[in-house]
């Protein structure tokens, strides 16, 4: 094996020491493993308004900072790029903090809690010139990336129909009790759509596939949740949400329909991209996260079953 090439330092810090933060504290953690990576983030700091939340992190033996007001983290000079990941009504004022205190932004979804603050954040990034990322990672999956480079091939014929999906089932559990993410006021009007919204149009809009035309069918299916104190509170956001979308492909209007769901009957975490075309078609899911679906129309129609993991191997990689 070849010694790795330099790699830059960037200095990371996170605002936001909850699920998402550790996340990112953990792939940090592991970015020795990836090859051919011009650059290597070392977490220097992390932010929380509650103290507890921070103590996780201290087993991470870069970080030097622990802050509790994100305005003192972004004060200090020894950070290139912040990552935050803090609830939606407030990634308005948070991104905005990051790109005047000079520093580069690692969002979360979605970018701003409505369109008007998505806006704000992207027209104050460029006129700062500062760099913004926002990402959903479902697409760099090996399956998803095969899905995309055949969708975008040409390959499948006139195009039937798309189907792109994030689903997941916790929600059934009535007895869950409530946090942020079940209330408008701190999820955003949009609610399951400004969650997982991105995971499912992402490979749509890379693949340039803008709806011209919407229908939308929202459902709020549990009204209330335990509060977790002994009571109960209102839980007034969407729970599912199917768009049914007409997007012009190739000059011809195309069904393409985008699921949100968060209480899908046994799905966890499932993000499903399907693509039907007169020639060819594609099918890959989470669920199965080795198999890829290929249809191709022939003398007999057939679903061929790709072990995507079994092909890696043969390539040598
Ligand atoms: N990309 C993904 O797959 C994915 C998955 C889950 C969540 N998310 C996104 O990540 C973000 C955070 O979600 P989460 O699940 O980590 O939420 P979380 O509730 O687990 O964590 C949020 C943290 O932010 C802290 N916080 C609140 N206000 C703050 C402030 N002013 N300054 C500093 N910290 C503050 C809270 O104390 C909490 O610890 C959201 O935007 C969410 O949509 C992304």
């Known amino acids: 094996m070849s010694a790795a090439a330099p790699q830059a330092k960037v200095r990371v810090a996170v605002i936001g020491a909850g699920l998402m933060g550790r996340e990112v504290a953990s792939a940090f953690g592991r970015w020795f493993s990836l090859l051919d990576c011009p650059v290597a983030p070392e977490l220097c700091g992390v ?22 007001d994100h305005r ?143 229908h939308a069918q929202l459902q709020k299916i549990y009204t209330t949740r335990p509060d977790g104190k002994g009571g109960t509170a209102a839980c007034d956001t969407w729970d599912n949400a199917v768009l049914h979308t007409t997007v012009p492909i190739g000059g011809e209007p195309v069904p393409m329909t985008l699921e949100m769901k968060r209480m899908a009957p046994t799905e966890t975490n499932t993000w499903i991209f399907e693509a039907l075309g007169t020639d060819m078609g594609v099918r890959y899911s989470t669920k199965e996260p080795k198999t890829f679906w290929t249809f191709r129309r022939g003398k007999e129609q057939t679903w061929e079953k790709t072990d995507l993991a079994a092909g890696l191997a043969k390539a040598g990689k």
């Open 72 to 214: 003192t983290l972004l004060a200090r000079p020894d950070i290139d790029v912040v990552y935050v990941a803090v609830p939606h009504d407030l990634h308005e004022a948070l991104y905005l903090d990051v790109l005047r205190s000079g520093k580069d932004l690692f969002a979360e979804k979605p970018f701003g809690v409505d369109l008007g603050a998505a806006r704000r954040i992207r027209d104050e990034a460029s006129r700062l010139g500062r760099f913004v990322r926002v990402s959903s990672e479902f697409p760099f999956l090996p399956g998803a990336r095969r899905a995309f480079r055949m969708a975008s091939s040409g390959d499948l014929g006139r195009l039937i129909e798309v189907r792109s999906a994030f689903l997941h089932s916790s929600d059934l559990d009535p007895s869950k009790p409530i946090n942020w993410k079940r209330r408008s006021a701190q999820c955003g009007e949009a609610g399951v759509m400004n969650d997982l919204g991105l995971h499912v149009a992402h490979l749509p809009l890379r693949l340039g596939w803008r709806p011209s035309h919407l």
């Open 47 to 68: 932010c929380d308004v509650n103290p507890a939340a921070l103590d996780w992190f201290r087993q991470v033996p870069s970080i030097r900072h622990f802050d509790t």
